[in-house]
């Protein structure tokens, strides 16, 4: 990897000698270190960059553990016990074939053709556009059977989650080079995502631009569910991967939509955090994307949990009783991690961006990802999961990016209106 490509003034193990953290074709969830959540990233700050670093990471320490009580006391007793569990040790048999394969067509099938989708004037956006200009909310009734039949009764019996929807910004002239962003987990709110992914600005530039909204997210919750994207982990390990699955399957109907109705053809992804999974994921699955740029993703939620205390003494403990190690609850999880798969998109497309002072989904993340692949354009902030300080420079890093890759080629030419 050329120093060219890492555009992080952060110092970070980069260099092409640097030792990679798998050996190349390995099984990711054998030859990790199984002491990954213990690992530290090495970095290199300045003394500004050091202070920000460790102030923020604070902050991330403490909506952790907020964050894994609310979710082990309310998704842990539902999808976690030892049946469950049982099951989903079982059922490796099923998934795991489909992992070791490192074809992602075999659990990320192609939806079917022509779903119909239905489209509302949407209201509160923060992106006005300049002159005339569409806002809509986009939906459609999700197809999406899962591919285990042991989970399909349970997981459709979800009505509300069902339904996929997206928020569409589009110039009128129609056929615009698309960014559609992905929220975090239990983060769907549009007025925030609008901000976070900077999408009036990007609009401006003269994209079209989109938010979807994960499975069990927003108005996808279950019902009785007592927060946005509790659904997604309360299900078990099984119910994680299939809405993983139908994550990535209902972007591609809408995908299938805007280049059947508006005549789009370049298309580019964006994902934070949980958000961030589900980009690497389509980066494996949908070859008609340009562009993938995970932003403080996860790249093994297996992995994950062990951090997240006190849900990670739990999962310890579950597993000792039983007598399962973390390779297992790796490969259980395996069809649904990006690690297990090629990205189907050209090294040069690919942008990971990573927070110094995340605590809630660690550098190492950010790190393995890179590693995977190839050791692709990377940026480091000195900031947490949450605060992204520094923001304004990785975003014009991204406004780089874009052209390099050559998505403003697709633009038309600017008119008076156009701002920059």
Same mark, same amino acid.
């Given at each position: 990897?050329?120093?060219?490509?890492?555009?992080?003034?952060?110092?970070?193990?980069?260099?092409?000698?640097?030792?990679?953290?798998? %050996?190349?074709?390995?099984?990711?969830?054998?030859?990790?270190?199984? =002491?990954?959540?213990?690992?530290?990233?090495?970095?290199?700050?300045?003394?500004?960059?050091?202070?920000?670093?460790?102030?923020?990471?604070?902050?991330?320490?403490?909506?952790?553990?907020?964050?894994?009580?609310?979710?082990?006391?309310?998704?842990?007793?539902?999808?976690?016990? &030892?049946?469950?569990?049982? /099951?989903? *040790?079982? =059922?490796?048999?099923?998934?795991?074939?489909?992992?070791?394969?490192? @074809?992602?067509?075999?659990?990320?099938?192609?939806?079917?053709?022509?779903?119909?989708?239905?489209?509302?004037?949407?209201?509160?956006?923060?992106?006005?556009?300049?002159?005339?200009?569409?806002?809509?909310?986009?939906?459609?009734?999700?197809?999406?059977? &899962?591919?285990?039949?042991?989970?399909?009764?349970?997981? *459709?019996?979800?009505?509300?989650?069902?339904?996929?929807?997206?928020?569409?910004?589009?110039?009128?002239?129609?056929?615009?080079?698309?960014?559609?962003?992905?929220?975090?987990?239990?983060? @769907? *709110?549009?007025?925030?995502?609008?901000?976070?992914?900077?999408? %009036?600005?990007?609009?401006?530039? /003269?994209? =079209?631009?989109?938010?979807?909204?994960? %499975?069990?997210?927003?108005?996808?919750?279950?019902?009785?569910?007592?927060?946005?994207?509790?659904?997604?982990?309360?299900?078990?390990?099984?119910?994680?991967?299939?809405?993983?699955?139908?994550?990535?399957?209902?972007?591609?109907?809408?995908?299938?939509?805007?280049?059947?109705?508006?005549?789009?053809?370049?298309?580019?992804?964006?994902?934070?955090?949980?958000?961030?999974?589900?980009?690497?994921?389509?980066?494996?699955?949908?070859?008609?994307?340009?562009?993938?740029?995970?932003?403080? %993703?996860?790249?093994?939620?297996?992995?994950?949990?062990?951090?997240?205390? &006190?849900?990670?003494?739990?999962?310890?403990?579950?597993?000792?009783?039983?007598?399962?190690?973390?390779?297992?609850?790796?490969?259980?999880?395996?069809?649904?991690?990006?690690?297990?798969?090629?990205?189907?998109?050209?090294?040069?497309?690919?942008?990971?961006?990573?927070?110094?002072? =995340?605590?809630?989904?660690?550098?190492?993340?950010?790190?393995?990802?890179?590693?995977?692949?190839?050791?692709?354009?990377?940026?480091?902030?000195?900031?947490?999961?949450?605060?992204?300080? @520094?923001?304004?420079?990785?975003?014009?890093?991204?406004?780089?990016?874009?052209? @390099?890759?050559?998505?403003?080629?697709? *633009?038309? &030419?600017?008119?008076?209106?156009?701002?920059?």
């Amino acid at each position: 990897m050329s120093k060219a490509s890492v555009v992080s003034r952060i110092a970070h193990e980069k260099s092409k000698d640097a030792p990679v953290m798998m %050996p190349e074709g390995a099984r990711w969830w054998e030859h990790l270190d199984r =002491d990954f959540h213990r690992r530290e990233e090495p970095f290199e700050l300045a003394l500004a960059d050091r202070v920000q670093v460790r102030a923020t990471a604070a902050s991330d320490v403490v909506i952790r553990t907020v964050g894994a009580c609310l979710v082990g006391t309310t998704a842990l007793p539902l999808g976690f016990t &030892p049946r469950k569990l049982s /099951g989903a *040790l079982a =059922d490796r048999s099923f998934y795991g074939p489909m992992a070791e394969s490192g @074809d992602p067509t075999r659990f990320f099938r192609t939806p079917p053709a022509g779903v119909r989708v239905a489209t509302r004037s949407a209201r509160f956006s923060r992106v006005r556009p300049l002159g005339p200009g569409v806002t809509q909310d986009l939906s459609f009734e999700s197809p999406y059977v &899962p591919a285990n039949p042991r989970e399909r009764a349970d997981y *459709l019996r979800h009505r509300d989650n069902r339904v996929a929807h997206l928020r569409h910004w589009r110039h009128p002239d129609g056929g615009r080079p698309l960014i559609v962003a992905i929220h975090g987990f239990s983060a @769907d *709110l549009a007025l925030i995502n609008e901000w976070f992914f900077a999408l %009036p600005w990007l609009y401006h530039m /003269g994209f =079209d631009v989109a938010l979807y909204t994960l %499975p069990f997210h927003g108005r996808r919750q279950t019902r009785y569910s007592p927060f946005s994207g509790h659904g997604f982990f309360s299900g078990g390990v099984n119910h994680i991967n299939e809405a993983f699955g139908q994550a990535v399957h209902d972007f591609r109907i809408f995908l299938d939509h805007f280049e059947r109705e508006l005549g789009v053809t370049q298309v580019g992804v964006m994902g934070v955090s949980l958000g961030g999974h589900t980009a690497a994921l389509l980066a494996a699955a949908e070859p008609r994307l340009r562009f993938a740029i995970p932003n403080v %993703p996860v790249a093994s939620v297996a992995d994950l949990v062990h951090e997240w205390e &006190p849900i990670g003494l739990a999962v310890r403990t579950g597993m000792r009783l039983l007598g399962v190690g973390v390779e297992d609850v790796r490969h259980m999880l395996a069809v649904s991690c990006p690690l297990s798969y090629a990205p189907r998109i050209a090294r040069e497309r690919l942008f990971v961006i990573g927070g110094v002072g =995340d605590r809630l989904a660690p550098p190492k993340h950010s790190r393995l990802l890179w590693d995977h692949w190839g050791r692709c354009r990377i940026h480091w902030f000195p900031g947490s999961h949450l605060l992204h300080l @520094d923001r304004g420079s990785y975003l014009r890093y991204i406004a780089r990016f874009l052209r @390099d890759v050559g998505f403003y080629d697709h *633009l038309p &030419p600017p008119g008076p209106q156009r701002r920059f």
